[in-house]
């Protein structure tokens, strides 16, 4: 048995996701991983592909397709595709043996540890979760005004989710009440939800740590007094989180952390082709 | 047999040499290689350390202490370390067996497949070594009249040595005579003497590819009227060279490259620890 990964991309995302396995793998050597993709359409040929890779790599991977029936009250659009609902329903896909797993966004490489997260305790949490908390207190408080929150808004990309809890307390009817309800008034739709309705049962952990916002460098640094400089992170910072439009596998990216991009990019690539 | 490499360090770059050798296996994970390194002084306990490592990781270390008769007659001061020679006489120490070996300085990490430069025709030369071109012309002209040479200003930090051809033609007195006749003139004295005595029969290779000094990003851009960016460096470029004082293991090391020397760093010392 290795540590459970959850994720959930389309065919386009497949290629950055081979990226965030691989680093996963080579910053954890020790470790094995059970990868689980819930999808609801990749072709067989793209599935059969990532599993050799993965076997290339030393994980396993465990596909499991959605049967859209617990969807078919769900509100759903362009916009609002049914992935939104994958990593809050989770527990509703995933085998009853599994008590907790890591959820990992694709446009994120790992490059440290991730075993103090995986064992932190989460005992009446349904989640844990780290906000961008360098962001100013305005856009906090807009989120709280929104979204009628009090805690810190917290970024889906990275989740340690507790799915004995989730299992006891996350109803699909309440999720999909609430997005019906917000029409179109969510702005990222499953981030929103699962601030809206679950904030007050997230356990906060430390975005430097666990979900670094790749864009805000100077910000990380300026706060922590000076803390956080490039050694700090490469040292400590377990998921670098590549957020935003700009995206580290598109030319002419600017951000520092492009050139550690890229060459897992090649790293995975070779492994990819055999090389 | 794997690719001899040759390495000159002191007790002080160990640390260093450990990051590069990591990351040319890593990048070159099908090739074995023969780590010789060329010494003096170091330590047993420092060569054990490096021996285990190398293990570690897959490679041969060949450790060769140099016994100090052939320089009895060399100018030898604290400016001019008697290890300024092993580069430049090393078909003196390695065995015969070997017809050609790759230098490299500790101060590079390997980002691609060294393989076509191991495999490069290079009959009839000495070595082949790379310029950095995008150094204004004035710079060039300096060391042509500094140093009597026709040829671009070669680096030594990156060689591939054609030993036979080196058994034939270096004699240790032609070093040793140019060196007394310089005195204090030489500004980097190996580095010097190679371009003095030898630029004319070294195979040109491209700096970009085989030796890319990290602080000059943007020059090779411009130079290559935008095609090297960083989707090219880190495809193609295999030497990525952190030429002068700016160390990349330093605190607030400034060039686009730090990162991911730091990380490399951060992989080779878990190694190390064995986790």
Not at 89 to 101: D, G, N, Q, R, T
Not at 127 to 144: L, P, S, V
Not at 165 to 172: A, G
Request: proline share 3%.
């Amino acid at each position: 048995m290795g540590i459970p990964v959850l994720v959930t991309v389309d065919e386009n995302y497949i290629h950055c996701l081979k990226v965030m396995l691989y680093s996963l793998k080579l910053n954890n050597l020790k470790q094995s991983f059970d990868i689980y993709l819930l999808h609801r359409n990749i072709n067989k040929k793209a599935i059969d592909n990532l599993k050799t890779y993965n076997e290339k790599i030393g994980n396993n991977l465990i596909p499991i397709c959605i049967n859209g029936d617990i969807f078919i009250n769900a509100p759903s659009s362009e916009r609002y595709p049914q992935e939104m609902y994958y990593r809050l329903l989770a527990h509703k896909f995933l085998p009853e043996s599994l008590s907790k797993i890591i959820y990992l966004d694709p446009d994120i490489i790992v490059i440290n540890s991730i075993e103090k997260l995986w064992n932190l305790n989460i005992d009446g949490y349904l989640f844990a979760a780290a906000a961008h908390t360098w962001k100013t207190d305005i856009a906090n408080n807009i989120n709280h005004i929104r979204l009628k929150t009090k805690t810190d808004y917290f970024n889906s990309g990275v989740l340690l989710i507790n799915l004995e809890e989730c299992r006891k307390n996350i109803r699909e009817n309440e999720i999909f009440d609430y997005v019906n309800e917000k029409g179109d008034g969510l702005i990222l739709p499953d981030q929103d939800v699962l601030n809206a309705l679950y904030s007050n049962r997230i356990l906060q952990i430390e975005d430097a740590l666990w979900n670094y916002d790749v864009r805000n460098y100077k910000s990380y640094k300026l706060f922590s007094h000076g803390e956080y400089d490039m050694d700090w992170v490469m040292k400590n910072t377990v998921f670098l989180h590549f957020c935003g439009n700009d995206k580290p596998w598109k030319k002419n990216y600017r951000y520092r952390f492009g050139p550690l991009y890229k060459h897992y990019a090649i790293l995975s690539n070779r492994i990819e082709r055999g090389e």
